[in-house]
T-cell receptor
Framework: DAKTTQPPSMDCAEGRAANLPCNHSTISGNEYVYWYRQIHSQGPQYIIHGLKNNETNEMASLIITEDRKSSTLILPHATLRDTAVYYCIVKEHSGNTGKLIFGQGTTLQVKP | EAQVTQNPRYLITVTGKKLTVTCSQNMNHEYMSWYRQDPGLGLRQIYYSMNVEVTDKGDVPEGYKVSRKEKRNFPLILESPSPNQTSLYFC??????????FGSGTRLTVV
C-alpha cells in the first residue's frame, strides 16, 4: 500500500502557484519523498525528491516539514501543460527493490 | 537524449499468442522495472531487475516473464496472453541515486 495521502483533485489558475500537499506520517528516517507526474497516459515523469531539506529545481520546489510527516510540491507559475496527475511517493533512496508504490495521486487541473 | 524506449506503442493480439514488449535504455542504469497501469488500480510493479542476470518478481508477476541479458535491455514476455493482461505497460530505469525514467508506454489489448 502507498504510504502517502493526497487530495484526489485540485484546481489552479494559469500563472498562479500550484501547491500540492502530501501526508506521509509513517515515513521512516531513511526514506525520501519523491514526486512524479503523469500527463494523460504518458509515462510518469520525475519531478523532484528530497530527504529533509527543501529542494528546488527547474521544474518545482519541494517543501518538507521539519517532522517530515508532510510535504508540499510547488509549481511556481502553473501552465496549462502542467495539468496532470501528481504522485507523491516515499521510498528508500537505494535498497533491494527500489520499487515505487504509486497511490491514486492528485489530479491537478490548470485553468485559463 | 537520455531515454527509455519501448516497442511497440500499441498492440492488439489474440489469446495465447506469445508476444514480447521490448524495453531499452541508454543511460547505463543498473535498475530496470516493468509496471502495468489499470483504471482504479493505478500503477503496479510486475518485475524488476537490479542488474544483468538479476531479476525478481514485483507485485503482479503472474503470466509474465522477463530477462536481463544486457544492461540496456529488459524485455517483457507474455508466453500465453489472456484478456486480463489487457493494460497499459511502462518500463522504467534508474541508477542507485537518480529518479526513475519511464518509457512512453505500450497499450496492449488481448482479445
Amino acid at each position: 500500500d502507498a504510504k502517502t495521502t493526497q487530495p484526489p483533485s485540485m484546481d489552479c489558475a494559469e500563472g498562479r502557484a500550484a501547491n500540492l500537499p502530501c501526508n506521509h506520517s509513517t515515513i521512516s528516517g531513511n526514506e525520501y519523498v519523491y514526486w512524479y507526474r503523469q500527463i494523460h497516459s504518458q509515462g510518469p515523469q520525475y519531478i523532484i525528491h528530497g530527504l529533509k531539506n527543501n529542494e528546488t529545481n527547474e521544474m518545482a520546489s519541494l517543501i518538507i516539514t521539519e517532522d517530515r510527516k508532510s510535504s508540499t510540491l510547488i509549481l511556481p507559475h502553473a501552465t496549462l501543460r502542467d495539468t496532470a496527475v501528481y504522485y507523491c511517493i516515499v521510498k528508500e533512496h537505494s535498497g533491494n527493490t527500489g520499487k515505487l508504490i504509486f497511490g491514486q495521486g492528485t489530479t491537478l487541473q490548470v485553468k485559463p | 537524449e537520455a531515454q527509455v524506449t519501448q516497442n511497440p506503442r500499441y498492440l492488439i493480439t489474440v489469446t495465447g499468442k506469445k508476444l514480447t514488449v521490448t524495453c531499452s535504455q541508454n543511460m547505463n542504469h543498473e535498475y530496470m522495472s516493468w509496471y502495468r497501469q489499470d483504471p482504479g488500480l493505478g500503477l503496479r510493479q510486475i518485475y524488476y531487475s537490479m542488474n544483468v542476470e538479476v531479476t525478481d518478481k514485483g507485485d503482479v508477476p503472474e503470466g509474465y516473464k522477463v530477462s536481463r541479458k544486457e544492461k540496456r535491455n529488459f524485455p517483457l514476455i507474455l508466453e500465453s496472453p489472456s484478456p486480463n493482461q489487457t493494460s497499459l505497460y511502462f518500463c522504467a530505469s534508474s541508477s542507485q541515486f537518480s529518479g526513475y525514467t519511464f518509457g512512453s508506454g505500450t497499450r496492449l489489448t488481448v482479445v
